[in-house]
């Protein structure tokens, strides 16, 4: 399975499926391994099935059993139990106990994350469960939980500051090799509390170049490959060596706006730039989706998704009379003009994710038909939040995610009340404010959701572009594989290798 780079072109040139060599899995994708940090790196540690959290959640986003078999809350809300599984050891041998999870979930709340932001005033070990106060009542905190920051490790894991320092988690596999930023190595954990791995070692690699990513699940070089782009996802599905398999994630492509830029406060220039925008176009043609984002939240997010709200449109000659409506005149060039001031702003995208790039090409050229005038940065994501901390950015190309906690109000919650570095910019809303809040209670319903959803689709801090799709190449002798929709694991356990 592993092949040396002399002879990747050789076996890019031949068309029969790869013969799984050895007994290790790899997986590829392009994520950056920064350290034994769970606030920073866990993401990747609970999708390789080496760290768990005391929730988790199904394909449909409902929340399930993790290291918690099941929680409940008191009659007033503001005390949470969460029943811990017997019987859970650490991969150091250590028992999973109430005081050990209390330990680590301290830890993860003082630390920047979504559980720093709910109201936790207390964490404490219970009779075979851990016990949370809350200082008001917050509905959501399981989901909380269920985020990769908020991973149970051992005691051994974390430094005399709380750093983490080695990964020891509880799930199916045991790292052995960890090397940041760019790989780790894994074995079946034989005491796991679930059930066992077919696959006895795995392994996780991090590559940058999109074009590597696909040499590597051309050539067998890997096994399952993640972050591939359009036209590799074209060519591997005609290929004899991969699967390609797809799945709407709760994802979407939008561009974050400015909204306190002179040319961009007024809700009417937001409208017309997002009337600028092709969706159907860039969707089919650039994405190779079946279809463009009608609103922020897509489909796959359940109730937050208002089928009945009037879908986000195409077009140009409307937006050419919003923006002349608010005093701007075409000058010679065709860029429009007002006191002065040209309508050229920058659009900040990144790499990472190769469909970023392509789409702010595409962009370029329609806001230049309305007379906007976009010149792009394409850079590390880290720019889009120093951005907009220090009120530089201009335009965002971002792909926001909104199931890294299971339910889209963390999200909303971090985004706009009030918000943050990936979300509105400039632009605050008391009623957003209070109606997330509300949901986040539990005492916010559907109707709340609904109008969060009607004000971004009128107000636009944020334009959606597209909904997401994950692809994922998988070698032919790989069975079993499915995407997990919100992202949350990879699914190594369940996979078997051909005989």
């Known amino acids: 399975m592993k092949h040396t780079l002399a002879v990747l072109a050789a076996a890019l040139v031949t068309s029969a499926t790869p013969v799984l060599a050895d007994d290790t899995l790899d997986v590829v994708a392009q994520f950056e391994i920064q350290s034994a940090e769970p606030s920073t790196s866990g993401y990747i540690f609970t999708r390789m099935g080496v760290a768990e959290t005391l929730t988790n959640a199904d394909p449909a986003g409902v929340l399930v059993p993790g290291l918690a078999t099941d929680w409940a809350a008191s009659e007033d809300g503001l005390t949470w139990t969460f029943t811990l599984r017997d019987g859970g050891l650490f991969h150091d041998g250590t028992a999973v106990t109430p005081d050990a999870v209390a330990n680590a979930l301290t830890i993860a709340r003082g630390k920047p994350g979504p559980l720093a932001k709910t109201p936790v005033t207390a964490i404490e070990a219970g009779e075979g469960a851990v016990v949370i106060t809350l200082s008001e009542p917050f509905a959501a905190l399981p989901a909380y939980l269920a985020h990769y920051s908020a991973q149970i490790l051992a005691p051994a894991a ?28 894994a074995e079946a954990f034989a005491d796991y509390w679930g059930n066992a791995p077919h696959v006895p070692n795995v392994s996780y690699a991090a590559v940058s170049r999109v074009e590597t990513r696909a040499l590597m699940a051309e050539s067998g070089e890997a096994d399952f490959v993640f972050g591939l782009d359009p036209a590799s996802v074209a060519r ?21 706006v400015n909204a306190s830029h002179p040319a961009l406060s007024e809700p009417e220039a937001r409208q017309a730039l997002s009337l600028s925008i092709d969706r159907e176009g860039i969707a089919k ?8 984002a009608t609103q922020l939240f897509p489909p796959s997010v359940g109730d937050w998704h208002d089928a009945n709200l009037a879908p986000l449109a195409y077009d140009p000659e409307a937006a050419r009379a919003l ?51 976009l010149t792009i940065n394409t850079t590390n994501s880290s720019e889009i939040s120093s951005g907009h901390q220090d009120g530089s950015l201009d335009l965002g190309l971002i792909a926001r995610n909104f199931g890294l906690i299971p339910t889209p109000v963390g999200t909303v919650l971090s985004d706009y009340a009030p918000t943050g570095d990936w979300g509105a910019m400039g632009w605050q809303n008391d009623e957003i404010i209070a109606l997330a809040r509300s949901v986040g209670r539990g005492d916010g319903g559907l109707e709340a959701q609904k109008r969060i959803a009607e004000i971004l689709q009128t107000e636009l801090p944020i334009i959606p572009i597209a909904w997401y799709r994950q692809t994922l190449a998988v070698a032919k002798g790989v069975e079993g594989a499915v995407i997990d929709p919100w992202e949350r694991t990879f699914g190594l356990q369940d996979l078997k290798l051909a005989q």
């Open 236 to 256: 591997l599905d005609m290929s004899d060596a991969a699967t390609v398999h797809s799945v709407a994630i709760p994802r979407t492509l939008l561009m974050k």
């Open 323 to 373: 923006l002349a409506d608010l005093g701007w005149t075409a000058g010679s060039d065709g860029i429009l003009t007002r006191d002065g001031e040209r309508f050229a702003l920058t659009l900040t995208t990144y790499p990472d994710r190769p469909e970023l790039p392509l789409v702010a090409s595409v962009l370029e050229q329609q806001f230049r038909a309305i007379g906007v005038e």
């Open 285 to 292: 043609a650039v994405l190779r989706y079946p279809e463009g």
């Open 158 to 185: 974390y430094g005399a500051d709380g750093a983490g320092v080695q990964v020891i988690g509880t799930g199916p596999y045991r790292i052995t090799d960890l090397a940041p930023p760019l790989r780790l190595k």
